[in-house]
């Protein structure tokens, strides 16, 4: 197969034995001269003309616009000729002759066009026939690309097929590898053509015919000879590297640059610097990555030497990677009027007519010179003209109303504008006509909402600019009447729809009103009429997402009998497309659905619809219920449907109520209690109840469960738990339990143990202090959790050093914030610990390790120092040093350690921001945003800010900012981003908050009124 294919691409167009011998080594020695010569032969198409186009052929007279254009390029570069002066011969099939001469014609190979001589037996000069082709065949043969058809013999008057024609062009374009790659069933293909004419049709350089089938077999028409060329002409991509080929200034604010070929616009980055200054840019790449337009963001094209330079790329691929040019300042070059006509209209007493200039820079743009610039001679005054903030226009307003000074018809208003010191001016003389009326009304392009292409719900709007022009053809200025009649909508005026006008700004609003929504996706038309002219603009009202079907989600909860406990059902709803409603659009249609519920009841507080629907947080759009009233394993049936005109959907769900809940278990959360301590020093260790369904559980409705709490061993511990208060005898500062207390947690109390600190403190040598939790059920017990702490002598002790994580270096810090940041109170300074262990490898809680002195092997490096009773490092610059601390044991002796620390100059990050997912607060409230969503901010150091907002200097390095959004109800919430001071009005319900931080980490909060 392998070689037939190379036959193809020689012109070998017949699988003969003399096509396959020898064919491949010239094809390799021709080749990049063959490429280059395509080169040269296909960016001719549009730029050589010989005269001749396809409005001189009769039989393409009805060709469509887009396929004259690809006609006349290569009629016009003389590859393509008619076959007699009036017919192109369109759908004749060509013959080998007649592609040897186009297809060295887009080569670009040599062509000796005097040759009389053939090197193939069956090509002569006298053939009447196709003698013309002699030259051309030669070419071919010379340049490597054809060894002929049979033995000596070329065959000038064969057919050439389709498949051969798709080689032919795949191979121009130089991607003879991708084709071999391919594979196809085209059963009109021949097997060795399947790749080729893959890959021609997915290039597009030939079509495939009606029935989805390429013909491979049958003949290729001229037509397709021609379409195809031109549609390789467009893709090919010249050989060599890719360079600059230019670089201009191109407006006041735009740079183009040119490259040599198209770039890779994915990696490829644009530089400009005027002189060794950086000039900020962006930039857009053309559609063909051949050129891009590199607009300044903050400064104009000014006097100097400007480089652009290309990067990002692999720079084995790119030759010459700057382009210089040298600019000047922009100026004024011209300077013109741009009213409608030579006449003015009167304006009313007061006011002002206003006349536009237009004043041009040398790129043709409206020229960014200040209005201050120029004068104005107006009827013999001088004025200033002003210039337009929005087109850049000079305008001039001109009192017209004095019929003295400008009477109707008969009166004339000279004016000359000139820019100051220079020669540019321009000058004219308008007619004073008839007072001005509106002739004209225009309805500016339809603004919705950000993101939205349509009015939906209450509150959406959709504005209209209304420009008025007079009977000459120029703008009103004045306000629009109040007497304007309402515009009107068409085919119906919607009664869900408000019309109202800013007749200052000249503004038509339409919004969706009060309770209202959109139930039918529709186009309407409103008509905004005033004087005798009217103008028309188009609105697209686009249905809010109605629920057209309903069904219940999948409820992975515990439905308990008896149980008192906020639960959620969740609710799929699809409008009639099939689209998945969102939470927010069903709590919207809430009205519309009907639950029926038996056995639980459905909550009808503030925080649900009329019929239960959550209206905001994390279970928004579920149905709500308070309490399961079905008995064990009694039936729980949810029912939801919608009845009206136009639509008719039910869903059910039946669930089965679970046995009562009922505490099975008690389990530790968090960190674990250390075995062993020394007088006064601390443990601590939290548990939870949890119930037979494996969820926490803070209350049951079975009397005979309760939680008792034994402490034994008080001698050498106390015990405490955080947070009890279980009756008035309980202090609010939790007291030590001595040996026989019994604290009953009951049946409806499991909460004041669940997560609550239990904490051992050691008191005497000689034996441990034992907590035991004992879940009962009546006297009978279930469940015993147990831990105990060994107080020990101070004795036999190993301390250990902690390792130091890596420091940042404060010496990048400016003069001015140093002494904040270089403190050891600074949250950039790290304690040196130590680990406590006794002669059995345990783990020992120690009272407060003091440290009586530090020192840094390198203070340049890091510096250390006495905080309290901590040893701190603070980094100063790169590098590494060792710290010495000295401690006091809890014996009383004293011993040294030695920390290795490691200082680095990796600017400041925020490796992760987190934040709580949703929280509440009740009413109208002032909270400070830190404590509300516990943001915390971890950066690339591990340094942790807990409760992080912007009022702390270190927001110098994190920048974090709180950004509000989705605010339901009615007001703003605002947030002072100095103080981190949020302000929330009683009439907001649900709002986001989003801190996002200066590397662009991000962390979303919902937050809902209680």
């Known amino acids: 197969m392998s070689k037939s294919s190379s036959n193809i691409v020689r012109f070998n167009l017949k699988n003969k034995t003399k096509d396959i011998q020898g064919g491949e080594k010239k094809v390799m020695k021709k080749s990049l001269s063959v490429i280059l010569s395509t080169a040269m032969a296909l960016s001719m198409f549009s730029s050589v003309a010989f005269g001749k186009t396809s409005a001189d052929f009769t039989d393409l007279k009805d060709l469509d616009a887009a396929t004259k254009a690809k006609f006349d390029a290569l009629i016009s570069a003389g590859i393509f000729d008619g076959t007699s002066e009036t017919t192109f011969g369109l759908k004749e099939e060509m013959n080998r002759a007649q592609f040897a001469k186009v297809a060295a014609l887009i080569t670009g190979v040599e062509v000796k066009k005097d040759l009389k001589t053939s090197s193939f037996s069956d090509v002569k000069a006298d053939d009447a026939a196709n003698g013309y082709a002699l030259p051309y065949i030669e070419a071919l043969k010379t340049a490597g690309i054809t060894d002929g058809y049979g033995e000596g013999t070329y065959n000038p008057a064969g057919k050439v097929t389709k498949e051969q024609l798709a080689t032919f062009l795949v191979r121009v374009l130089g991607k003879d590898a991708d084709a071999k790659a391919k594979t196809g069933t085209d059963t009109t293909v021949s097997g060795w053509a399947q790749g080729y004419v893959a890959l021609a049709l997915e290039l597009k350089l030939l079509p495939a015919g009606a029935d989805g089938k390429f013909g491979g077999q049958g003949n290729a028409t001229r037509d397709l000879l021609l379409t195809g060329a031109y549609e390789a002409k467009a893709q090919y991509v010249s050989p060599g590297k890719v360079s600059v080929t230019e670089a201009k200034a191109t407006g006041v604010k735009s740079v183009t640059v040119t490259f040599s070929k198209p770039v890779d616009d994915t990696k490829a980055t644009l530089a400009l610097t005027r002189g060794t200054v950086a000039v900020k840019t962006t930039a857009v790449f053309a559609a063909d990555k051949k050129s891009a337009v590199l607009t300044l963001t903050d400064v104009k094209v000014t006097e100097g030497n400007y480089t652009v330079t290309l990067a990002g790329l692999d720079a084995a691929t790119v030759d010459k990677t700057a382009g210089t040019f040298t600019a000047e300042n922009e100026k004024v070059t011209k300077i013109s009027f741009v009213n409608a006509g030579d006449k003015v209209a009167k304006s009313e007493s007061g006011k002002e007519i206003t006349i536009k200039v237009k004043p041009e820079n040398q790129y043709g743009e409206v020229a960014t010179v200040s209005g201050t610039d120029y004068t104005a001679n107006v009827a013999g005054s001088t004025v200033t003209p002003k210039r337009n903030a929005d087109t850049g226009l000079l305008e001039i307003g001109v009192d017209t109303s004095s019929n003295t000074l400008y009477p109707t018809e008969i009166g004339v208003l000279p004016i000359t504008v000139s820019l100051n010191q220079s020669s540019v001016y321009a000058q004219k003389t308008f007619k004073i006509g008839y ?576």
């Open 435 to 1010: 007072n001005q009326v509106v002739s004209k009304v225009e309805l500016g392009t339809p603004t919705y909402a950000t993101g939205k292409t349509a009015i939906s719900k209450e509150g959406d709007k959709v504005e209209f600019s209304i420009t008025r022009y007079d009977q000459y053809g120029d703008v009103i200025t004045t306000d629009i009447p109040a007497t304007v009649p309402q515009p009107v909508l068409t085919p119906n005026d919607l009664s869900i729809l408000t019309k109202t006008f800013n007749f200052t700004d000249k503004k038509l609003a339409i919004t969706v009103a009060t309770g209202k929504k959109v139930e039918k996706s529709v186009e309407t038309t409103v008509t905004y009429y005033e004087g005798g002219a009217s103008a028309t603009a188009k609105i697209s009202l686009k249905a809010s997402a109605v629920p057209a079907k309903l069904e219940f989600g999948s409820f992975g909860g515990t439905l308990a009998a008896g149980e008192v406990k906020d639960q959620y059902i969740p609710i799929n709803a699809y409008d009639a497309d099939g689209k998945q409603l969102t939470a927010d659009e069903i709590v919207d249609s809430a009205s519309l659905i009907t639950f029926s519920v038996t056995g639980a009841v459905v909550a009808s507080d503030s925080t649900v619809t009329a019929n239960g629907i959550v209206r905001y947080g994390e279970n928004k759009g579920k149905l709500k219920i308070t309490s399961v009233n079905a008995g064990e394993k009694g039936i729980v049936y949810f029912f939801a449907s919608i009845y009206n005109s136009n639509i008719q959907t039910q869903a059910q769900l039946t669930l089965t109520a679970q046995a009562t809940r009922v505490p099975e278990t008690i389990v530790l959360t968090g960190d674990d209690s250390t075995k062993k301590a020394l007088v006064g020093a601390t443990t601590t260790f939290k548990v939870l109840v949890k119930d037979q369904y494996g969820e926490t559980l803070d209350t049951t409705t079975k009397t005979d469960y309760s939680v008792v709490v034994t402490v034994s061993g008080s001698t050498y511990t106390d015990v405490t738990i955080a947070g009890w208060n279980l009756d008035a005898s309980v202090p609010a500062v939790p007291q030590p339990l001595a040996d026989g207390d019994q604290p009953t947690i009951t049946n409806t109390q499991f909460a004041n143990i669940n997560d609550d600190t239990i904490t051992f403190k050691g008191k005497a040598v000689g034996g441990s202090g034992k907590v035991k939790v004992t879940l009962k059920k009546g006297t009978a017990e279930l469940k015993t959790f147990e831990r105990s702490v060994e107080v020990i002598a101070n004795s036999d002790l190993t301390y250990s050093a902690n390792t130091i994580s890596d420091l940042y270096g404060t010496a990048s810090v400016s003069t001015s914030d140093s002494v904040t940041f270089n403190t050891y109170n600074s949250s950039f300074a790290k304690k040196a610990g130590v680990t406590v262990k006794d002669k059995s490898g345990d783990t020992v809680a120690v009272p407060v390790k003091k440290f009586l002195s530090v020192f840094s092997s390198d203070p340049s490096v890091a510096q250390a120092g006495i905080a309290g009773t901590d040893a701190k490092v603070v980094g100063k610059k790169a590098g590494k040093a060792t710290i010495t601390a000295v401690i006091e044991k809890a014996n009383g002796e004293s011993q040294s350690f030695t920390y290795d620390v490691n200082v680095k100059a990796d600017a400041l990050a925020v490796a992760t921001l987190t934040a709580k997912a949703n929280v509440k607060y009740t009413g109208a409230a002032s909270l400070i945003v830190k404590d509300l969503i516990e943001t915390k901010v971890v950066d690339n150091y591990g340094i942790e800010f807990a409760n992080y907002d912007n009022t702390q200097a270190y927001n110098t390095f994190y920048g974090v900012q709180y950004v509000i959004s989705d605010v339901k109800g009615t007001g703003s919430v605002t947030i002072n981003n100095t103080t981190g001071l949020l302000t929330i009005p009683g009439t907001v319900d649900e709002f986001v908050i989003k801190a996002i931080s200066a590397n662009g980490k991000v962390a979303t909060t919902v937050v809902t009124k209680n």
